[in-house]
T-cell receptor, first 115, second 116 residues
Framework: DAGVTQSPTHLIKTRGQQVTLRCSPKSGHDTVSWYQQALGQGPQFIFQYYEEEERQRGNFPDRFSGHQFPNYSSELNVNALLLGDSALYLC??????????????FGPGTRLTVL | AQKITQTQPGMFVQEKEAVTLDCTYDTSDPSYGLFWYKQPSSGEMIFLIYQGSYDQQNATEGRYSLNFQKARKSANLVISASQLGDSAMYFCAMREGWGNTGKLIFGQGTTLQVKP
């Protein structure tokens, strides 16, 4: 049973560039959430996708955008990168089913460094 | 105000002993879920245990148990018989509302070190 996968593992970009991170959910899951984790901090919610639509969004600027595909995989795009965007980006998947625990399972993360 | 508070930045425990990691939460929503995750140095967030606000009994998963005290709004994680592989960062998280309604709110984490 494949877990949540993310690519790439590491990424180095320079200020002003754009980046795309990818996530494939755990088999059987239909909902994908993205989190940003700065060093030494707890993860911060960016947004969640379900049925190819953004269902909920955290306190992140419009430079952060996403997409969910029909196969439930998802992308996180960040435009006009800032030094402060350097972080571990975590993708989590869950199943949207009434009466079913909505536990989010996380991938290994993508570590983004902005120089 | 902090929604999730973990007051212990770092903890030490002797191998084979039990340890309790503290977590308090703040919400006015009667329906919520509480989660504990483990994050080793590799970075992956590993789900450990879940407690729903309406669950009558404390959750248990193997060596992990959740000491849920609703009136005090606390959800402490108890790890029994600590192992060296338990050394990691531990996060408490809350989901407000019922079902798959979105975001997890995380605490700042507690670093646990298990001594041989």
């Amino acid at each position: 049973d494949a877990g949540v996968t993310q690519s790439p593992t590491h990424l180095i970009k320079t200020r002003g560039q754009q980046v795309t991170l990818r996530c494939s959910p755990k088999s059987g899951h239909d909902t994908v959430s993205w989190y940003q984790q700065a060093l030494g901090q707890g993860p911060q919610f960016i947004f969640q996708y379900y049925e190819e639509e953004e269902r909920q969004r955290g306190n992140f600027p419009d430079r952060f955008s996403g997409h969910q595909f029909p196969n439930y995989s998802s992308e996180l795009n960040v435009n006009a990168l800032l030094l402060g965007d350097s972080a571990l980006y975590l993708c989590a998947s869950s199943l949207n089913l009434a009466g079913h625990p909505d536990t989010q399972y996380f991938g290994p993360g993508t570590r983004l460094t902005v120089l | 105000a902090q929604k999730i508070t973990q007051t212990q930045p770092g903890m030490f425990v002797q191998e084979k002993e039990a340890v309790t990691l503290d977590c308090t939460y703040d919400t006015s929503d009667p329906s919520y879920g509480l989660f504990w995750y483990k994050q080793p140095s590799s970075g992956e967030m590993i789900f450990l245990i879940y407690q729903g606000s309406y669950d009558q009994q404390n959750a248990t998963e193997g060596r992990y148990s959740l000491n849920f005290q609703k009136a005090r709004k606390s959800a402490n994680l108890v790890i029994s018989a600590s192992q060296l592989g338990d050394s990691a960062m531990y996060f408490c998280a809350m989901r407000e509302g019922w079902g798959n309604t979105g975001k997890l709110i995380f605490g700042q984490g507690t670093t646990l070190q298990v001594k041989p």
